[in-house]
């Protein structure tokens, strides 16, 4: 029975709430005009209290919370009636009671729009505000189309830091360090200066509670010395005052907790040693024409009176901060040698250091509506401008945010910010160096996608990596980030040097092994036969196994054999050499016996290929498929030198090298499942791979050993059958 008595209590108390909040709201709507906008919140009320009810929520703290945030909006902030209605049915959306087509049907479009993209921006969930401030405050500025969200959303803010003794305490530091670091600096930019203290006071009262019960403890017991000490300053000045005929109204106005706070630990200093705990506010009752005449008059007598400090004086009506604010300020030696703060300004710029620049239409004979819409067009420019006010710490940066920046999530959540149209490799390399070196493509939302592909706002992207990637001069056609580009340029001038490196080590061994001297001679005449452009180039094509050492050789130690090892010419005709049809491993013209042989590099043949020998000077015999591109010329200009050859018995296992050229879409995966086929499923084994990507299309050359012509036959099959491969087949 108790704990039931207790739950109806409860229920009194929310429905307490509830309607208090509804009583404030609505004495709100009576100074809103014109009169039919006020009828449109009213209509929303009604509405969200149906909803509420019907779903047994009505009297829950969510509803009293959206009142309040209605009230935030019309009361403290200054918008009007679209803004208010949206901030009651917000949730509508959310929970599926609504759906937009009749929010809009009752309300309009205006209503809608800032509905769905505040949805949009309350899905946004920083991991970590502290180091993704400024980050965050950009991507918010970025999906909100409409400044009337972002506001919407400081209103939001506000009445949940007021009440968030209700939540639970891991969730109060979270949402206390968002307001600290997210939203405290946003109302600040946008000049609601006592929305943006209140939301640091309420966010400090969770993070550093003991020293937010210091100073408040500290601030009650000094309340009446700093009464007499208020009167005793002022005295004087109001008696000068009021001889000029001067209409005023003076305030004393304490510090924020905050402020003193950040004051105690930038100056090291305890409660008792800040000067300025509060300051005197003097607000004049001016005409507009006289306001700064007005203005620098007080400021006059004030330092008639007193010893300013001219070092600490501000002219903020001469030159207005960006977000409209408005004032004099000066610090003076008061009595008891106590500095003072002093802010000099007029009643209008007091409204609008209030409510920030939505107060403005209201001196500008603008009908509200209409005002509140240039005011939003001013919020969003300066939302969207640089800020370097050294009184908002969170603000280190400055902004660098165009129309074209998107912001794409890691799997984890966090957030990069990159230039429109970047591509998965662009993202890679801004997350890591190794990581865009490594990148073979990436799952996109879910989806796989190439590394090429342009990323949108909002996309959850994880990179896929192989260790055997390595950046090709290809990525530089279509990333566009420049960390991307210097990243690739730099690991390719790596690899080329490192190739250079290793080609002339296995260049000069090789010239050592043919007994030839003169290595700069050599590599003049290989060049030349080439036709090379740079000295270099000959080791990069060594180190990647691009060019034929046996043809090097050959170049160098025999002229007359240069045909044999001459470069594939497709124009060339193909001609078998007849051989001994009949069918031991190898036979070369059964009179030969203990023969030194080696097999072509130049066709490569493989057991099962018709072949015939070809007597060389000082390598034996070179055995060569009988449809060798080089086989027409050998038979013609040395007929006397081919001897008859064929196989004979059975091959050793992956006794052979033979090249593959494969031919297919890029796309994820495809080169796994090649390997998979190759590798796993026919055990061979493979020497090289070279790949290459371009517009969209996959091509491999891959040399690898097998067994015999059926092995190989078997291989180009299965690899032809693979999804996404177009093409296999043997390279002559």
């Known amino acids: 029975m108790v704990g039931k008595a207790k739950g109806m209590e409860n229920n009194d108390l929310k429905l307490k709430a509830f309607e208090a909040a509804k009583s404030s709201l609505m004495n709100s709507l009576h100074q809103l005009q014109p009169v039919n906008k006020a009828a449109q919140v009213v209509e929303a009320l009604k509405m969200a209290e149906e909803l509420y009810e019907q779903h047994g929520e009505w009297n829950d703290t969510n509803a009293t919370h959206l009142v309040n945030v209605a009230q ?3 009361n403290e902030i200054g918008l009007g009636s679209t803004s208010a209605t949206a901030a009651l049915l917000h ?19 205006a209503v809608v729009s800032i509905l769905m993209n505040f949805t949009q921006v309350s899905g946004l969930d920083p991991k970590d505000p502290k180091t993704q401030a400024e980050l965050f405050r950009q991507m918010l500025i970025s999906l909100a189309s409409d400044a009337r969200v972002i506001l919407i959303k400081l209103a939001d803010r506000l009445d949940t830091m007021r009440s968030l003794s209700k939540f639970q305490p891991e969730q109060r530091l979270k949402r206390s360090w968002e307001t600290f670091h997210l939203y405290a600096p946003l109302a600040h930019r946008l000049g609601l200066y006592r929305l943006k203290s209140e939301m640091e006071d309420l966010a400090m009262k969770y993070i550093y509670p003991k020293e937010y019960k210091y100073i408040i403890k500290r601030l009650q017991e000094t309340t009446a010395s700093r009464n007499r000490f208020l009167q005793n300053f002022m005295a004087p000045i109001e008696d000068e005052l009021r001889k000029k005929e001067f209409r005023f109204t003076i305030k004393g106005r304490t510090k924020s907790v905050y402020s003193i706070f950040r004051k105690m630990q930038n100056q090291e200093v305890d409660f008792d040693e800040v000067h300025d705990i509060f300051a005197i506010r003097i607000i004049l009752d001016s005409k507009p024409e006289n306001e700064k005449s007005d203005c620098w008059q007080v400021y006059s007598i004030i330092t008639d009176k007193y010893t ?13 901060k960006s977000n409209g604010y408005e004032s004099l300020h000066t610090t003076v030696l008061g009595p008891e040698n106590k500095w003072i ?6 009643l209008r710029m007091d409204e609008i250091a209030e409510k920030g620049l939505a107060a403005h239409w209201k001196y500008k004979g603008i009908r509200q509506e209409q005002g509140i819409d240039e005011w939003i067009i001013r919020v969003r420019e300066i939302l969207e401008s640089p800020d370097t006010s050294p009184e908002d710490k969170v603000e280190q940066f400055q902004m660098n945010l165009t129309s074209s920046d998107i912001y794409v999530f890691t799997p984890k959540g966090d957030v990069r910010k990159l230039p429109a149209r970047s591509t998965v490799l662009d993202f890679a390399f801004d997350i890591h160096t190794e990581l865009g070196s490594r990148c073979i493509g990436a799952i996109v939302n879910g989806k796989n996608s190439p590394i090429k592909q342009e990323l949108q706002n909002g996309d959850v992207v994880e990179i896929l990596t192989s260790k055997k990637q390595k950046p090709k001069n290809d990525w530089l056609s279509f990333v566009i980030t420049s960390k991307a580009k210097s990243r690739i340029k730099q ?8 190739d250079i490196q290793h080609g002339k080590e296995i260049f000069l061994r090789r010239l050592k092994n043919w007994k030839i001297e003169d290595s700069e001679e050599a590599l003049r005449k290989v060049n030349k036969h080439l036709k090379l452009k740079k000295p270099t180039d000959i080791f990069i094509l060594i180190a990647q196994g691009k060019v034929d050492l046996t043809s090097i050789k050959t170049l160098l130690t025999a002229e007359d054999e240069k045909a044999e090892v001459k470069e594939e010419n497709p124009e060339n005709e193909t001609e078998k050499v007849e051989t001994i049809d009949n069918t031991d491993y190898l036979v070369i013209d059964e009179k030969l016996v203990n023969i030194e042989y080696k097999l072509a590099k130049c066709c490569n043949p493989i057991f099962g290929d018709d072949i015939f020998g070809f007597v060389t000077v000082n390598e034996g015999i ?23 050859a064929r196989w004979k018995g059975s091959s050793k296992a992956g006794a052979f090298q033979t090249t593959i050229k494969i031919t297919g879409i890029d796309e ?10 190759i590798s796993k499923d026919l055990r061979v084994n493979m020497r090289n791979l070279n790949v290459n990507s371009r517009d969209g299309l996959f091509e491999a050359q891959i040399q690898l050993y097998v067994e015999d012509t059926r092995h190989l036959e078997m291989l180009i099959y299965r690899l032809a059958r693979v999804q996404g491969i177009t093409k296999a087949v043997r390279m002559k």
């Open 622 to 644: 070179k055995i060569h498929r009988t449809t060798c591109p080089n086989a027409r010329q050998l038979n013609q200009r040395w007929p006397y030198r081919i001897v008859k």
């Open 668 to 677: 994820i995966g495809l080169l796994n499942r090649i390997s998979e086929v």
């Open 91 to 109: 949730e509508t959306i959310e929970r599926k009671w609504l759906t937009p087509v009749e929010i809009e049907k009752q309300f309009g479009g």
């Open 341 to 346: 703060e002093v802010q000099i300004r007029t």
């Open 308 to 320: 300013p400090n001219t070092e600490r004086l501000r002219d903020w009506i001469s030159v207005p």
């Open 491 to 498: 690991q390719l001038r790596d690899i080329e040097n490192s």
């Open 72 to 74: 935030i909006c019309l």
